[in-house]
C-alpha cells in the first residue's frame, strides 16, 4: 500500500533550497577540487570528477527527492537549462565510467569540461 502511494506522488517534488551547512560541505570540497586539479595527474583529476560530482549530489539532497543520484537528476530536470542538464548528465555518466569500469581513462578536456559542467550545475543551485 505505501509504494502505491510513492506512486502517487509527484516525481519532481521539491524539498527546498541547499542549506547553508551543505553549502559549507561544498565549498570545503571545491577548494579540494582547485587543489587536486593543479596537479593534474590523471588520479587526481579523476578524484576531483568524483568529488564535484558528489558534491553536487549533496546540494540535490536538499532540493528534490530522489534514492540516488540518477533519480534526483531526474527530479531536478526543470531546474536547470536543457543544455545544461545534459551535460551535467554526462559529466555523471563519466563519473561512474571512472568508478566502475577497469581502466578507462577520459582524456585531460573531458574530464575538465565535466568538472566544469558540475559547477556550473552547483552555481545554478545558489553555490559557489
Not at 533550497?17 to 588520479?43: F, Y
Not at 527530479?75 to 555523471?92: G, Q
Not at 568508478?99 to 558540475?118: A, W
Amino acid at each position: 500500500m505505501l509504494n502505491f502511494f510513492k506512486f502517487m506522488q509527484p516525481s519532481s517534488v521539491r524539498k527546498g533550497s541547499v542549506t547553508v551547512h551543505t553549502k559549507k560541505l561544498i565549498e570545503s570540497d571545491l577548494k579540494n577540487v582547485d587543489v587536486l586539479l593543479q596537479g593534474k595527474k590523471p588520479s587526481q583529476l579523476r578524484q576531483a570528477l568524483i568529488t564535484t560530482d558528489k558534491a553536487l549530489d549533496n546540494a540535490l539532497k536538499d532540493v528534490v527527492i530522489g534514492e540516488n543520484m540518477g533519480e534526483r537528476l531526474k527530479n531536478a530536470s526543470d531546474i536547470f537549462d536543457r543544455d545544461l542538464y545534459k551535460k551535467i548528465w554526462s559529466a555523471h555518466k563519466m563519473r561512474n565510467s571512472v568508478v566502475h569500469e577497469s581502466g578507462y581513462e577520459p582524456p585531460y578536456h573531458m574530464v575538465n569540461q565535466g568538472i566544469d559542467n558540475l559547477k556550473r550545475g552547483l552555481r545554478t543551485l545558489g553555490v559557489n
